[in-house]
């Protein structure tokens, strides 16, 4: 949620920002709903000295043996201003944060400008994209020959965008899940997480994705819980609510989970395979930070992310995205894609976000500063360390030999107990 304090004192310049991503955005309804609360406000404040300044005349005019009955009908008449000034200035406080929970993040200053993904910009290449001397087949059609993945049986015990994996399939998937988790918490520094896929809404609206992205969520019926569309959701929001120390400070996790998405606008996208599911694994990355140093802990993390990619030797490319491709929560954002032969293209396998105090003011997650002593706002930041999905459907296309074996990367064969499938 943006600052309203700032919005206050930097209208024009928040109005720019917000117009970088969509020239429809503006914050001047919040505006004018912030004049007219804090209007009422200061008057119902008016009120209530007044009323305190009648009760004390009264007390002494009691004292003096004098008649009160006027000015304590003028005390009860106040009282009835007042609530009701209380009763429109909670509505207004109401209305005022529901617009709030609906604005974006706005974007950071080196946020390239654009409005599409034609804007992006592509800063760093590893490897080159897979060729070969015989024809590539597309994941899908590989796990369908090889019994990797059952789509019609997942189809069938779901519905379309579920997948059934199977032997050595379900495998490759657990040796990938276990060698992201073990390079994050043995080489990077997490903390390992474990979290609960099903969280509140306050937990939904902490991170971001409610109010608005609701039509996208999976909702238990009759029940305030909602399946998480990535683990970023349980992981920033358990500290939501409470006051870190600044030596506690910076918080790394990394959790693996699976994660749910309706995908409600992606109809008729990527259709086939593993790339678009509504439901897939992940492993996440989350940090918590403060904000002097959340600029270079966002270029860690999207390293991190980078040298799981590198290690497996998958072709990939790191993208800066523009105000009007970032996510809503984000300030800034790295998207990763993997080489990807089947589409001739590289493909989205992480996107790494810093999120400043945006979501931390949702969550209500602040430090004690140890200079100052005040509390402030922690800086969040996530990505996938990586999706676990798309990452099986990258090894299958890069490595796959022309007898129709596909050669396991060096650092999963101790998972796999093999060198090839």
């Not at 599409?116 to 592509?122: L, M």
């Not at 390293?303 to 800034?332: H, T, W």
């Amino acid at each position: 949620m943006l600052d309203i304090k700032l919005i206050r004192e930097n209208p024009e310049k928040i109005n720019e920002l917000l117009k970088r991503r969509n020239p429809e955005l503006s914050i001047d309804g919040v505006l004018e709903i912030d004049t007219e609360r804090r209007k009422i406000q200061f008057e119902a404040d008016e009120l209530r000295a007044k009323r305190k300044n009648d009760s004390q005349k009264i007390g002494m005019m009691k004292k003096n043996g004098e008649n009160t009955d006027a000015i304590q009908e003028e005390v009860r008449k106040l009282g009835e201003e007042i609530k009701l000034l209380e009763e429109k200035e909670a509505e207004l406080n109401e209305t005022q944060t529901n617009l709030l929970l609906h604005i974006p993040n706005t974007p950071d200053e080196t946020t390239p400008i654009g409005l599409s993904e034609d804007n992006n910009i592509a800063i760093k290449y590893f490897g080159e994209p897979t060729k070969a001397d015989f024809e590539l087949k597309a994941h899908w059609d590989i796990c369908t020959e090889k019994g990797y993945v059952d789509f019609e049986r997942g189809v069938k015990l779901a519905q379309s965008r579920f997948s059934l994996y199977r032997g050595l399939g379900a495998k490759l998937e657990r040796a990938i899940i276990n060698f992201f988790l073990n390079t994050h918490t043995e080489e990077h520094g997490y903390e390992e997480i474990l979290p609960p896929v099903l969280v509140n809404s306050d937990a939904m609206k902490g991170t971001g994705q409610l109010p608005k992205f609701r039509e996208d969520m999976y909702k238990c019926e009759n029940e305030d819980l909602f399946l998480i569309p990535t683990a970023e959701v349980p992981v920033t929001n358990i500290y939501a609510g409470e006051i870190l120390a600044e030596d506690d400070l910076p918080k790394y996790m990394t959790a693996y989970t699976p994660c749910f998405r309706r995908e409600a606008g992606s109809a008729g996208k990527d259709t086939r395979g593993l790339i678009r599911q509504h439901q897939f694994n992940k492993v996440e990355l989350v940090k918590l930070c403060t904000p002097q140093t959340s600029a270079d802990e966002h270029e860690k993390l999207t390293q991190n992310a980078e040298r799981v990619l590198e290690l497996l030797g998958l072709p990939y490319r790191r993208v800066a995205l523009c105000c009007g491709d970032i996510g809503f929560s984000a300030k800034k954002c790295y998207d990763l894609e993997v080489w990807m032969p089947s589409y001739n293209a590289y493909k989205e396998i992480s996107s790494c976000s810093n999120f400043g105090d945006y979501q931390a003011r949702r969550a209500n997650i602040r430090y004690r500063n140890k200079e100052t002593g005040k509390t402030e706002f922690v800086h969040t930041l996530n990505g996938s360390g990586l999706a676990v999905g798309r990452t099986f459907a990258a090894i299958l296309e890069n490595f796959q030999q022309k007898d129709s074996s596909i050669l396991i990367p060096k650092v999963l064969r101790p998972y796999m107990g093999v060198d090839k499938i």
